[in-house]
């Protein structure tokens, strides 16, 4: 009887042992998985920024008054010597006035010292006055004739200065400001309305200083309209600024367009895009990433055991899709996609190969 309970005793203790191992050893589990493999990755890297006008320039007044009235406003599509404004030319009348007076007065010298030199002229060839009289006769006369050249020119000047009280442009164009009213005192040059001339148009875009060191510039660069992305241009890297807006962190960058589609109005917005440069990483999707230590992490499977672990990887960026990881695995091994919530380092695992797209 006692031999009997020796054995059951054992027996009991056989089962439980046999229990405490199967709990102690992980399930089998059934995992999808991809292959780590490097791509050529080169993404495309998207800005938005705003159509401008390669030239522009500020329109002044070349003497100063004040301005009796404007004629445009910012918007306008204006052609070349269109009057765009008016100073009052009252003091600009009077000085013409003045120069045709003082015109007036030379010529009256002029005519008189003209006919005492030809009188001299007249006697000196008779004899009858001295070689001194002539010569003071003619330099009156030539005298005269400056002062009159100098009236013409003071004149000339005056009708300039009328002139210039209309303000009118050198070249066609869409005026875009105006700082200057009517009523308003102006001085000499001082910026009434700004215009943007017809022609060339750029776009200006700012941007990190990242992504000129790693988006290709010298090639075409992509131009779509932001309110209809159907209507697109390419354009070219013309210049960059080289300094960084301290307010924003950014540099600007003006593109030039190659052909400016008549809906590029100024001021419309577009989105210029342009392929990162090129580089060698893994395309990972977004379910295959996971957590260790607060790094991101992946479950590889090792090929021998068919047991998994957890590696930290390094993340470059991320896309619609996928994860780009430029560290942390190396090619041709097998990363975790799916049903890895439930595993445990150096758990068994079946791997099925991840469903293709």
Wanted: aromatic share 4%; hydrophobic share 40%.
């Amino acid at each position: 009887m006692r031999t009997a309970s020796v054995g059951l005793i054992c027996l009991l203790g056989l089962v439980a042992g046999c229990k405490e191992d199967t709990a102690a050893s992980p399930p089998l589990a059934r995992v999808r998985a991809v292959t780590a493999e490097l791509t050529d990755f080169a993404p495309p890297v998207t800005v938005t920024g705003v159509v401008a006008a390669r030239q522009q320039t500020a329109l002044s007044f070349r003497v100063s008054g004040k301005m009796r009235e404007r004629l445009v406003n910012p918007g306008e599509h204006v052609t070349a010597n269109q009057p765009l404004a008016r100073l009052d030319p009252d003091e600009q009348q009077h000085e013409i006035e003045a120069a045709k007076a003082g015109l007036d007065s030379a010529q009256a010298l002029l005519r008189q010292s003209t006919a005492s030199y030809e009188r001299q002229r007249g006697l000196l060839a008779t004899g009858n006055t001295t070689r001194r009289d002539y010569d003071q006769a003619e330099a009156n006369m030539r005298q005269a004739q400056a002062q009159v050249e100098q009236a013409r020119a003071q004149l000339a000047s005056a009708n300039d200065q009328l002139a210039y009280t209309v303000l009118v442009p050198g070249a066609p164009g869409i005026i875009v400001a105006r700082s200057a009213e009517a009523g308003q005192v102006v001085a000499q040059a001082q910026p009434v309305y700004t215009l943007a001339l017809d022609g060339p148009r750029d776009v200006i875009v700012n941007v990190n200083e990242w992504v000129l060191n790693n988006v290709v510039l010298d090639k075409g660069i992509a131009v779509a309209l932001v309110s209809d992305p159907k209507v697109t241009a390419v354009g070219d890297v013309r210049e960059i600024s080289p300094a960084v807006d301290p307010s924003t962190m950014t540099i600007s960058v003006k593109i030039g367009l190659r052909e400016t589609p008549p809906t590029f109005g100024l001021g419309s917005l577009v989105n210029a895009t342009s392929p990162m440069k090129s580089r060698r990483l893994f395309l990972l999707p977004w379910h295959a990433i996971f957590e260790r230590e607060g790094k991101p992490a992946v479950w590889v499977v090792d090929k021998q055991s068919q047991t998994v672990s957890l590696k930290p990887v390094e993340i470059d960026r991320y896309t619609r899709d996928t994860i780009a990881v430029t560290g942390g695995i190396e090619s041709g091994q097998t990363v975790v996609t799916a049903g890895g919530q439930v595993l445990r380092p150096g758990q068994k695992v079946e791997v099925v190969p991840e469903r293709k797209p």
